[in-house]
């Protein structure tokens, strides 16, 4: 019987945020310089995703440390124990809070709990039924929306329609709330992420600098993958475009200066979308992704190859249940098996990597016309090549760059995470020289 562990370092690919997997041989990449939050590196990488949050309130430092000392590795309900019992403990401290008489400190605390309610959700998705799914969901977005009025002048949730009236929408708008028109920037997620997580990112950030932000989730993203059971769509603009129309309706928006950010699999999203959408004005794809299928498809085992080519479903989904039951199949390969059925709404193993081979800027990327900002992370093992791939294909692009992020920086991580001071200010500066040079 063929076993999927002797394939682990290649099914890896599919894990778009996790962290190294530790059992890949030895290579000639550099080693991580930081220092290691759990044994492990999954659990390391995410739990950093949440702390990178405290730069922006959403999270605190010494709170997370304590709630990863009680995460145990390879254990997902340890995961889900410590972010939920800080998550309700901080939500209770945050309702207790007047919030006309201290709306800092509510506004604070609530960003917290919903910060919290997400990371306990992470490693659920392996079992579609499992009631946290939507419970943890709920009240994420319930405190994140009693901060949201605090967060911005008008700050508000808007439902957009999909042209086609195949699916919604879900955005927001946070204003600058100075008079005038002013540069905008749309912010979207990528494999596993919510817009509410964009705000701590990227969001929070731009509007320091005077712009306006609008977030947003598509099909595949969890207010959408939940509320309205669609899982992704490779044709993003289908998304965008909606944006857009609403960005322009805008008074506070300058129409001329619509910049987009795409995060994770978001950077292949946003430049696909930049690609048939002329009124963005300029893209940055942190990271670079030119072809998410093949981190997938052209890295599992031959016999995996054959099977898929040939449609024999079972042998292929038995390959893949072979590894989510075996309790020594790292972190990093269980969570991405399960995230990418769930988010991708698919069947089962076989049809989930069949869907994902359509996911790539073939015959796309040369259509990309407006200035792009490429993200390279280096220690990203999960699209190594592809943010060069990428610059090389946006053949019509007016202006590109390609920014590596190191790992000596602190950088080094998967979409620079844990070093989201340093990267807003390489990337909005980028903007700011685009956005100035259009008027």
Request: charged share 20%.
């Amino acid at each position: 019987m063929v076993r999927l562990t002797k394939y682990l370092v290649g099914v890896a690919g599919l894990c778009v945020v996790a962290a190294q997997n530790s059992t890949a041989p030895p290579s000639d990449d550099p080693p991580n310089p930081m220092f290691q939050l759990s044994t492990d590196e999954s659990f390391h990488f995410e739990i950093l995703r949440t702390l990178a949050l405290s730069v922006s309130e959403g999270a605190d430092l010494g709170e997370v440390l304590v709630a990863a000392q009680q995460i145990k590795a390879s254990d997902f309900e340890s995961y889900y124990t410590a972010f939920n019992t800080l998550a309700e403990r901080v939500d209770k401290q945050g309702k207790a809070i007047d919030g006309k008489k201290y709306p800092v400190s509510f506004r604070e605390a609530r960003l917290k709990a919903a910060s919290y309610f997400r990371a306990a959700d992470f490693f659920l998705h392996g079992n579609w039924t499992d009631p946290r799914i939507d419970s943890l969901w709920q009240k994420q977005t319930k405190a994140f929306n009693d901060a949201l009025p605090l967060i911005a002048s008008t700050s508000r949730r808007v439902t957009l329609k999909s042209k086609d009236g195949k699916f919604k929408i879900p955005a927001i708008f946070y204003s600058t709330g100075k008079p005038g028109r002013h540069p905008t920037i749309l912010i979207g997620n990528g494999f596993d992420g919510a817009q509410e997580e964009m705000y701590h990112v990227f969001g929070r950030a731009a509007l320091d600098r005077g712009y306006n932000v609008i977030t947003y989730e598509g099909p595949g993203q969890p207010t959408v993958r939940r509320e309205q059971k669609i899982g992704f769509i490779p044709d993003w603009e289908r998304v965008v475009s909606p944006v857009v129309d609403y960005a322009i309706s805008l008074h506070e928006v300058d129409p001329k200066a619509i910049g987009i950010i795409g995060y994770s699999l978001g950077g292949l999203l946003a430049s696909r979308a930049a690609a048939f959408e002329p009124r963005i004005a300029a893209v940055g794809a942190i990271d670079g992704i030119y072809d998410f299928g093949a981190t997938v498809t052209g890295q599992l085992p031959p016999i995996a190859l054959q099977w898929l080519k040939d449609g024999k479903r079972k042998e292929f989904n038995d390959l893949f249940a072979q590894a989510l039951a075996d309790p020594s199949t790292p972190t990093g390969i269980r969570w991405g098996l399960e995230q990418g059925r769930w988010s991708f709404k698919a069947d089962d193993f076989f049809d989930f990597v069949t869907i994902v081979s359509k996911y790539n800027l073939d015959g796309v990327a040369q259509k990309i016309k407006q200035p792009i900002f490429i993200g390279d992370a280096e220690l990203d093992q999960f699209f190594p090549g592809q943010a060069q791939q990428l610059a090389d294909a946006s053949t019509g692009s007016s202006n590109k760059i390609i920014h590596y992020f190191k790992g000596a920086d602190g950088a080094g991580e998967h979409c620079a995470v844990g070093a989201s001071v340093y990267q807003n200010q390489v990337l909005y500066d980028w903007f700011e020289d685009q956005f100035h040079g259009n008027h």
